[in-house]
């Protein structure tokens, strides 16, 4: 019905052996798409390192601006438990909420 193949000490028959191919070529996938992950966000990052602290030209930044993104820090808050989970509240994102209530009230303080 199905051949038998020697695999180190072992006697497989066929259909797990493709099935073991098929695992191992899922899990190559996955590491060449998490590489290239990686290697597409270290040059985002340099990009935002290098242009760290620098100005652009008028003309330039009024047609990049929608291209910047701020650089963000890793940083260890605490907050009352209420208050986190008030943000928590509305699902995923709360740490980007957390930091657009702060924004707006950096500008407030401007004003």
Known sequence: MY????????VV?????WMYK??????KQVR???VKQRKVAG???RLHASSYG???PQEMTESWLKYYKPRKL??????????LAWFKEDGRGYQTRINEALR???EEEKS
């Open 3 to 10: 051949k038998l193949f020697h695999v180190k000490q072992f």
């Open 13 to 17: 028959a066929q259909p797990y052996v």
């Open 22 to 27: 098929y695992i191992m070529k899922k899990r």
């Open 32 to 34: 060449q798409k998490r």
């Open 43 to 45: 040059k985002i990052g």
């Open 54 to 56: 620098k100005k652009l």
């Open 74 to 83: 890793p940083v260890t808050l605490r907050l009352d438990a209420d208050v």
């Open 104 to 106: 707006k009230l950096i």
